[in-house]
């Protein structure tokens, strides 16, 4: 994608009129960063694109905040797709915990898929699920819809043979969903599933509360696209992935397991566990086409080794153009709550709030 030039840029913060827009109402203290002039048109240019919420975090500190045509700000918002970052952190906190390894076979868990003389389940692992390389299918069709999920995931053909190719598939995170539940369930942690076992090992230590998820008719949470958060509570989530893992000083997820969720595949290094990845605004991919897209195996990027180049930019999306983005290089967390609008640009949003 080619990035917007400045005067672009120029050009679309001319049309947003500066100073606090009707319907919103705008906090702000100094950042470090002293970027609190960019937020603010960053803001505009979000409530211009039918943005609901701008919030910027920085060192567990609320350095800004902007909520838009007429959004409540203690409503928890509908985070659709962003609710699979998530998944990492649960994978984290499990490893962490001996509950499962990244290589393990899922089916020895979800039993339902063993000994299928159609298709090659028993080969699927835990870190395929995650990194989307699976092979199950990206169409949500009857899934998306059906009262019992975990039935109609048990049915799912696959389209590849596992960890031959990236394909985006909500599937991938109901049958994570209920591989943890039956995980944590055997353990007796004491948690009923695996909603209550992320509220207990990374919720509540960052003082995250109110999380809610949609569900199927027996109980699957949709842990593709189903959470609520307030943006707040997202940034904490956020902030607590850019400390890898800390928090308050205190160590609540071990910071190699998490190093691992921000590393490429081979078969699409902007993909990691769970999180979506940029290495460069001036080389910006955007998410939507690549989640489209099968993307080609053993794709390299320019400048970019797997494994050992950390990318700057950690993106969690959804439907609406639900972001959560984690700028290191900023020391900066910032949550954009919205509605869908196809002019909507991460680049420019990205360009206008770090002066880049």
Not at 105 to 131: A, H, M, N, Q, R
Not at 143 to 170: C, H, I, M, N, S
Not at 331 to 350: P, T
Request: charged content about 20%; aromatic content about 10%.
């Amino acid at each position: 994608m080619k990035l917007a030039s400045k005067h672009a840029r120029q050009v679309v913060i001319g049309l947003i009129v500066v100073g606090t827009l009707m319907g919103s109402w705008t906090q702000r203290i100094k950042a470090q960063t002293d970027l609190s002039e960019n937020f603010i048109l960053a803001a505009q240019y979000s409530s211009f694109h039918q943005g609901d919420a701008v919030l910027v975090m920085q060192d567990e500190k609320v350095i800004f905040q902007d909520y838009q045509n007429g959004y409540n700000p203690n409503e928890p918002h509908l985070l659709a797709s962003g609710t699979k970052s998530f998944a990492c952190a649960i994978a984290a906190a499990a490893v962490e915990d001996k509950l499962l390894t990244l290589d393990e076979k899922v089916t020895d868990t979800l039993t339902e898929w063993k000994g299928s003389k159609k298709f090659p389940y028993d080969d699927i692992t835990v870190f395929e699920l995650l990194s989307q390389t699976s092979g199950l299918p990206s169409d949500q069709g009857i899934l998306g819809q059906a009262k019992d999920r975990l039935k109609v995931l048990f049915l799912l053909p696959l389209t590849f043979p596992p960890g031959e190719q990236f394909q985006y598939a909500p599937a991938n995170f109901y049958a994570f969903a209920a591989l943890m539940t039956r995980k944590v369930q055997a353990a007796k942690t004491g948690d009923e599933d695996v909603i209550a076992y992320l509220q207990r090992r990374v919720f509540d230590p960052i003082g995250v509360t109110g999380f809610d998820i949609r569900r199927d008719d027996l109980g699957l949470p949709n842990l593709a696209a189903g959470g609520l958060l307030t943006a707040e509570a997202w940034a904490k989530f956020g902030e607590l992935l850019l400390q890898r893992g800390a928090w308050e000083g205190k160590q609540v997820l071990d910071a190699d397991l998490l190093k691992q969720c921000e590393v490429g595949t081979s078969q699409n290094p902007y993909y990691g566990l769970s999180l979506w990845l940029q290495y460069d605004l001036r080389a910006w991919v955007p998410l939507e086409s690549i989640a489209a897209a099968l993307p080609a195996p053993g794709q390299e990027v320019e400048g970019v080794t797997l494994g050992e180049t950390v990318p700057n930019y950690v993106i969690m999306a959804g439907e609406g153009k639900q972001r959560l983005y984690l700028i290191r290089d900023l020391n900066l967390v910032v949550v954009r709550f919205g509605r869908a609008d196809d002019s909507w640009s991460d680049v420019d949003f990205l360009g206008i709030l770090t002066g880049k």
